[in-house]
């Protein structure tokens, strides 16, 4: 990974956080009520530059590379290692071993699926969720159509067997990544270059596209299943979630996703953001001036 990237957060110390199964590469900074910062595909903590020194000002901010994206190293071959369930629980033990029983989760992307298993695993440690540029997993399948294959096809390419999507992604990692990274951020440029750097080095790594591809993998097995049983059995997210989204997206008969995740959880606010998928890096300061205020209800903190 490069240490470059780690200029982007002044102040933040550099933590490592063993724990049974997965070696986690952790940022922390600030003080005050502790907030956990999950990032998505195919990016690395890098992807908070914009967002954690802000929140640092007021809040505690844990940043860590997801279990097996960046430098959190998972230990040998391990089966369901791509589950949010069990990346949730792996998550939770991570805060707990540095001192927070409980916090806020803000996650975008594969980070926010992992936070929204939180908030309904682990209802006493999760004190609110923002999901940032998603909605639930079986909501995205229901959904699914000829646009969505086509827009999105690592969704179907990545979650095939092994071995082929880690020999497809290993014949030129770096064209595949920069590809997905110039749609998703709508121009490789609007990226701060130390990101970008740090998210090419980690996807040349073939140990971190295969748990990416587990991640991708799960999503259309076990944490679909798991989702399916919470959503008949009317299990809510009981904190507050604010949401965050691509202004003008659409999901399956033409929901916005404010009214999906009403769905699952009882207290639901948001708005759509302008800027591409990549909110967190290309509309930070619109993403803030929504976070900011709901952090500041949610944990009592006036703003500095």
């Not at 540095?98 to 996650?107: E, M, P, Q, R």
């Not at 540029?133 to 690592?154: D, L």
């Not at 595949?176 to 121009?187: C, F, P």
Request: aromatic share 8%; net charge neutral.
């Amino acid at each position: 990974m490069s240490r470059n990237v780690n200029s982007l957060f002044p102040g933040f110390e550099e933590r490592r956080v063993r724990l049974a199964s997965v070696n986690l590469a952790v940022l922390v900074g600030g003080s005050g009520p502790p907030i956990l910062l999950l990032h998505g595909y195919p990016q690395t903590r890098a992807a908070w530059h914009r967002l954690a020194p802000v929140l640092a000002r007021s809040h505690t901010v844990v940043v860590p590379d997801l279990p097996g994206y960046g430098g959190s190293a998972i230990f040998g071959r391990l089966e369901g290692s791509g589950s949010k369930r069990w990346m949730g629980q792996e998550l939770h033990a991570m805060m707990r071993q540095l001192g927070h029983d409980s916090y806020i989760v803000v996650g975008h992307d594969r980070g926010a699926r992992a936070g929204y298993r939180m908030a309904l695993d682990l209802p006493q440690a999760v004190r609110g969720f923002v999901p940032i540029s998603v909605v639930p997993t079986p909501e995205m399948w229901e959904g699914a159509s000829k646009a969505f294959g086509i827009n999105a096809w690592h969704w179907f390419m990545l979650a095939q067997p092994e071995p082929l999507p880690e020999i497809f992604l290993s014949a030129n990692p770096r064209m595949v990544l920069d590809l997905s990274l110039d749609k998703m951020a709508q121009g490789l440029e609007r990226l701060h270059p130390l990101a970008l750097e740090d998210y090419r080095i980690a996807f040349d790594d073939p140990t971190v596209r295969h748990a990416i591809c587990e991640d991708y993998r799960a999503g259309a097995t076990v944490d679909e299943a798991d989702d399916l049983a919470d959503r008949a059995a009317g299990r809510k997210i009981g904190v507050p979630v604010l949401v965050l989204w691509e202004a003008g997206r659409r999901y399956g008969g033409g929901r916005k996703p404010i009214d999906i995740w009403k769905d699952w959880a009882i207290e639901v606010s948001g708005i759509g953001i302008s800027g591409g998928h990549m909110l967190p890096e290309t509309a930070a300061d619109e993403v803030l001036e929504m976070l900011v205020p709901f952090l500041e209800r949610v944990t009592n903190v006036p703003r500095s």
